[in-house]
């Protein structure tokens, strides 16, 4: 029941998108006759995304355990990044993250992607280690050429030596874990003195872009062809806007040299040990 009452509601926020797009466009081209103005799209767009935004906010347990992410197909991973729109947003952010990093990648500089996954942010095969839970994921990426070492374990048991590196790369994995502000200290941990954190996080709060993206794919992934992962709300714990990463960088003792926002999409810091 409680599943139908989401797919109901679902439907009906998208129908009111709808109308507003509707009746949008036939103001665009002369209105209706009546004086009906911009706010008959605004009106029916307000209460889409109140119901979507309800949709997935909805309280539940939304971990996933470290041991799932290790039995992810490969395919969890590729398919987002090469099909359809998401392709599109993948592809504004590697592009993003490869211009931050070539600002300050000097030849020579130690790189590792902590959570790396297929790294495919690194078509231009620089020397960067890679590590992730995922031993799938690390062969496909060592193959193909987009990671040098390959390192499958746990962020937190890395058995990394302390002051290792001097560029740490983590894209997209901060909100899947249960304490951020450690995750981070670990980071942290192997850089080197001066070295530079490059980190993306979803721009995921509450009237961001992505916040509306993001609820339709998981009650279409989710609700509807009963993937787990997105049933899960992808596996996202924490939502973060520029202020309140800024805020968790800084109070761990990290200094933020940069930080941009991506189309409303996701957010890009550089921070210095």
């Not at 995922?134 to 050429?145: D, M, P, Y």
């Not at 992962?229 to 520029?242: R, V």
Request: proline share 3%; with cysteine; net charge neutral.
């Amino acid at each position: 029941m409680k599943e139908m009452n989401k797919i109901l509601t679902m439907i009906f926020a998208i129908t009111l998108i709808g109308l507003g797009f509707y009746f949008n466009s036939i103001q665009a081209e002369g209105g209706l006759g009546f004086g009906l103005s911009e706010i008959t799209y605004l009106i029916p767009a307000f209460f889409a995304y109140l119901f979507g935004f309800l949709y997935i906010t909805a309280k539940q347990n939304n971990y996933i355990p470290l041991e799932k992410y290790q039995r992810y197909e490969v395919e969890l991973y590729k398919k987002p990044v090469e099909n359809g729109l998401t392709k599109k947003f993948h592809d504004i952010r590697f592009r993003e993250l490869r211009e931050v990093l070539n600002n300050y990648y000097e030849e020579g500089m130690n790189i590792i992607d902590m959570c790396c996954g297929l790294c495919m942010w690194n078509k231009e095969k620089l020397e960067v280690d890679g590590l992730d839970i995922n031993l799938n994921t690390l062969k496909i990426a060592q193959v193909e050429g987009r990671i040098n070492k390959a390192i499958g374990l746990e962020v937190m048991k890395n058995e990394i030596e302390s002051d290792s590196y001097d560029i740490v790369i983590n894209m997209a994995s901060l909100e899947h874990m249960k304490e951020p502000s450690k995750t981070l200290l670990e980071f942290k941990r192997i850089l080197k003195e001066d070295g530079l954190l490059i980190l993306e996080v979803p721009y995921d709060v509450p009237f961001s872009l992505l916040k509306i993206l993001f609820w339709l794919r998981c009650f279409w992934e989710g609700s509807i062809y009963r993937n787990e992962y997105y049933l899960k709300k992808g596996g996202h714990l924490h939502h973060f806007s520029p202020r309140s990463i800024r805020r968790l960088l800084e109070g761990i003792g990290f200094e933020i040299i940069e930080l941009n926002v991506i189309k409303s999409l996701s957010t890009i810091v550089v921070a210095k040990k």
